[in-house]
């Protein structure tokens, strides 16, 4: 264990020099995707050969190495993480490993229907589907697919599955989905749904004609618009959202603020990127490579060196806020993990 003395006293875990417990891991498992978001580039790059992006044996080898130091949370993304061929095998050896306790997936629910009884089995917890629109058409025009029914269907699968709690999140996108946000809302009073507004990152892997934020107070007004929200903190795996409902709802409301009210300060997470690098921050530039390592056969005291020089790298906060552009490694979210 990685122990750093605060206050006078010894703690367990993975600390940054800030004094921040990194417990939570993000992996990009691929930057290929079956959709083609207006606001992102997945869907219509070459996605990284086969043999430039982590094995699952390799996953599995840093998640070991990771969970010895302090990290129990797993998140697999991308790009679109189901489209990876036999991705409930990974779900199952990541899940077997000691110390990790909870395994979560963002996915746009494409195929999820297909996959939720398996990912169940392998050890998956629970799922974040992505879903701009609640309008069929509008769907076809953000994503340019028209698989809108697959999303409910996926949403559906994950429920009865219980592949819960179950969230949905809603980048808020001006002057295409700021009149749906009530309609968001409303579902979680008749159906049950955990609905997450995310302010959209200008971080420039835009792919369309996406301009201009809409901010977290902004998105509130709208939905408020329905009633007075209450905080809600039982929510499971809550991050950095600040959730609240509906007096009698079943679901909750979730805000996340990284544009108006970044949440460096109580940041827990490391990111690995599909072609194997530790990032310490989605919207900072820095990154150590690890899969160099894993392929000269390193052994997991060496990975854990690697993994707590990545974390040493974090900084006080992003850039977002100072610098607002491009990555400079010209690096699309796809291949961070969004
Ligand atoms: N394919 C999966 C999905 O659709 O959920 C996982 C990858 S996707 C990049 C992860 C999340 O990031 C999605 O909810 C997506 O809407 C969100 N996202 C992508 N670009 C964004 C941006 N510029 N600002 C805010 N959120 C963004």
């Known amino acids: ?75 697999l993304t991308g790009g679109e993480p189901l489209m990876r061929p036999h991705f409930p095998r990974l779900v199952g050896m990541l899940s077997k490993i000691e110390g990790i306790d909870d395994i979560a997936v963002t996915t746009n629910g494409i195929i999820l229907a297909r996959m939720a009884e398996d990912l169940k089995n392998a050890g998956l917890t629970r799922v974040n589907i992505s879903l701009d629109t609640l309008k069929a058409e509008k769907f076809k025009m953000i994503t340019r697919h028209d698989k809108f029914t697959d999303v409910l269907a996926g949403i559906e699968a994950a429920h009865r599955f219980g592949l819960e709690p179950v969230k949905i999140n809603v980048v808020a996108l001006k002057g295409v989905n700021d009149d749906e946000f009530v309609d968001f809302a409303r579902k979680t009073i008749t159906e049950g749904w955990n609905v997450r507004y995310i302010e959209f990152m200008p971080i420039g892997t835009a792919n369309g004609p996406v301009s201009g934020l809409i901010t977290t107070a902004e998105i509130r007004e709208k939905v408020e618009t329905l009633g007075q929200l209450e905080p809600y903190r039982e929510l499971k795996g809550n991050g950095p959202a600040k959730v609240f409902r509906f007096k009698g709802a079943s679901g909750t409301i979730g805000f996340i603020t990284p544009v108006t009210e970044h949440f460096c300060a109580t940041c827990n997470r490391l990111r690995v990127t599909s072609d194997g690098a530790l990032r310490p921050c989605l919207l900072s530039e820095d990154e150590l490579n690890v899969r160099d390592a894993l392929r000269s056969g390193v052994g997991i005291e060496e990975l854990k060196k690697l993994i707590q020089q990545a974390v040493n790298l974090k900084r006080k906060e992003h850039n977002l806020n100072g610098k607002i552009g491009p990555d400079d490694k010209g690096r699309p979210m796809c291949q961070i993990g969004g």
């Open 1 to 75: 264990m990685t122990e750093k003395p605060a206050s006078g006293e010894k703690k367990n875990g993975l600390f940054d020099t800030f004094n921040r417990q990194i417990n939570y891991l993000r992996i990009s498992v691929t930057d290929h995707c079956n959709l083609n978001c207006m606001y992102c580039s997945a869907g219509s790059m070459l996605p990284l050969k086969h043999e430039d992006i982590l094995s699952y044996e390799e996953i599995e080898k840093l998640v070991r190495a990771a969970a010895a130091m302090g990290i129990n949370k797993v998140r």
